[in-house]
C-alpha cells in the first residue's frame, strides 16, 4: 500500500507540461500565427508561454536570451514557437534516438538569434519597448520608441493574450459578417 502512495505522488524531474490530447488533437504542425482562428490563437499563446517558462528554468537562460516580454516582440514569439515545435517533433515517442541530440544543437543556434533580437530590440528584464522598426524612403518617420515597466509579468501577460483574442474575434467577425452581407440576395 505504500508502494502505490508513494508512485502517485509527482517527481520533481517529471519535466516540462506534459501535452495531452485535449491539447494537442494531432501530430505538431507549424504555427502560422497570422492564420489562427481567435481560439486557436489562445491556446497557441497559453502553449507556448508555458513551454516558454519551462525552457527558462531548465537551461537557466538569462533576460539576454529569453526576457519576460517576450510575447510583445513578433521575431521572439515566431522563433520560439519555431523551437517549440522542434521540442515536440524531437521528444515524440516515435522519433529516432538521435532527435533530442539534433533538438540541442539547433537550440544553441536559436539562442544566438534570441540574444541578437533581444539586444535590438532593447527589452529588459525591467521594462520593455516596442522593437524599433527603420522607415523606409518615402513612409512616415517611425513612432518615437518608449520604455513600459510592469510590476507582474504573469498578469501582463493574460492582458496582452485576451487583447489579442479579442482583436483577432473582431476581425473574424467581420470577415464573417461581410461574406455574409455578400451573399445576401
Known amino acids: 500500500m505504500n508502494d502505490q502512495h508513494e508512485m502517485d505522488e509527482p517527481d520533481v524531474f517529471d519535466g516540462p507540461p506534459r501535452v495531452t490530447n485535449a491539447d494537442m ?41 529569453v526576457p519576460p516580454f517576450w510575447h510583445h516582440h513578433p521575431e521572439m514569439v515566431w ?18 534516438a538521435s532527435a533530442p541530440l539534433g533538438w540541442h544543437r539547433d537550440f544553441a543556434d536559436a539562442r544566438e538569434r534570441l540574444r541578437y533580437w533581444v539586444t535590438a530590440c532593447g527589452t529588459r528584464g525591467d521594462r520593455d519597448r516596442p522593437t524599433r522598426q527603420a522607415a523606409w524612403p518615402g513612409e512616415d518617420p517611425a513612432p518615437t520608441i518608449q ?28 470577415f464573417y459578417a461581410n461574406l455574409a452581407d455578400d451573399e445576401a440576395p
Open 25 to 65: 488533437p494531432e501530430p505538431p504542425h507549424p504555427v502560422n500565427w497570422n492564420l489562427l482562428t481567435a481560439h486557436e490563437l489562445e491556446q497557441e499563446w497559453l502553449a507556448l508561454n508555458r513551454w516558454v517558462d519551462w525552457l527558462r528554468r531548465t537551461y537557466g537562460l538569462t533576460v539576454a536570451v
Open 79 to 96: 522563433e520560439l514557437s519555431a523551437l517549440h515545435l522542434h521540442w515536440l517533433a524531437a521528444y515524440d515517442p516515435d522519433q529516432n
Open 147 to 174: 520604455d513600459f515597466t510592469f510590476t507582474d509579468r504573469d498578469t501582463e501577460f493574460v492582458e496582452f493574450v485576451i487583447a489579442q483574442v479579442r482583436k483577432r474575434q473582431e476581425a473574424e467577425d467581420e
